[in-house]
């Protein structure tokens, strides 16, 4: 059963880097595209980006400027890095697998294994 | 455009049956996915594709998609069924791929 594990620090100051990490345990890391969603507090997810293990990458465009995902294969293990938070950074982060294909010319694209979150507190 | 509308809240009488919808121009081309959440707890996928259910979801879950609207339906909705309910899918239609989700639906069961 594939289970990812998280970590990284909760509590930053205004204009630092948020560093976290995802390590998969339990599954091929090959063939699937690795995610970080974010929720605010009292709010919905929201959509960071996305990496493959080849180290192909798609972000959120209105985070694209701050974000950075990577992957590191041989620890089967990918990590996120968001520049310059603030306040409005505030959410709990999570990783999550990503499944994606088409089946006759339609698409199927879904989250089937998350990460418990990681809570991260931008304040000064 | 990369959206993804859901109405923000529904409520069911115990027992009974409740439609969720999502609307957006992606689910023309993708299947959206469904996912549960609890409070203070991670999202759990409870339906993804024409109508398939991952290991453990109950059957009492089930999807449909017709143009750009996608729906969750909860036949015989139970009280552990109440929570926040999000759809997802992507959008290759511009320049480049973009995830979006919707707003979410908070499920009250009566």
């Known amino acids: 059963q594939v289970q990812l594990q998280q970590w990284g620090a909760g509590l930053l100051k205004p204009s630092e880097t948020l560093s976290l990490t995802c390590a998969v345990y339990?599954?091929?890391?090959?063939?699937?595209?690795w995610s970080w969603i974010r929720q605010p507090p009292g709010k919905g997810l929201e959509w960071i980006g996305e990496?493959?293990?080849?180290?192909?990458?798609n972000y959120n465009p209105s985070l694209k400027s701050r974000v950075t995902i990577s992957v590191d294969t041989s620890k089967n293990q990918f990590s996120l890095k968001l520049s310059s938070v603030t306040a409005a950074d505030t959410a709990v982060y999570y990783c999550?697998?990503?499944?994606?294909?088409?089946?006759?010319?339609?698409?199927?694209?879904?989250?089937?294994?998350w990460g418990k979150g990681t809570t991260v507190t931008v304040s000064s | 455009s990369s959206e993804l509308t859901q109405d923000p809240a529904v409520s069911v009488a115990l027992g009974q049956t409740v439609r969720i919808t999502c609307q957006g121009d992606?689910?023309?081309?993708?299947?959206a996915s469904w996912y549960q959440q609890k409070p203070g707890q991670a999202p759990v996928l409870v339906i993804y594709?024409?109508?398939n259910r991952p290991s453990g979801i109950p059957d009492r879950f089930s999807g449909s998609s017709s143009g750009n609207t996608a729906s969750l339906t909860i036949t015989g909705a139970q009280a552990e069924d109440e929570a926040d309910y999000y759809c997802?899918?992507?959008?290759?239609?511009?320049?480049?791929?973009?995830?979006?989700f919707g707003g979410g639906t908070k499920l009250t069961v009566l």
């Open positions: 992606s689910l023309r081309s993708y299947y």
């Open positions: 990496i493959n293990h080849s180290g192909s990458t």
């Open positions: 999550a697998r990503v499944s994606y294909y088409d089946s006759s010319g339609y698409y199927y694209y879904y989250m089937d294994v």
């Open positions: 339990g599954g091929s890391f090959s063939g699937y595209y």
């Open positions: 594709g024409k109508n």
């Open positions: 997802n899918s992507r959008d290759s239609s511009g320049n480049h791929p973009n995830v979006v």
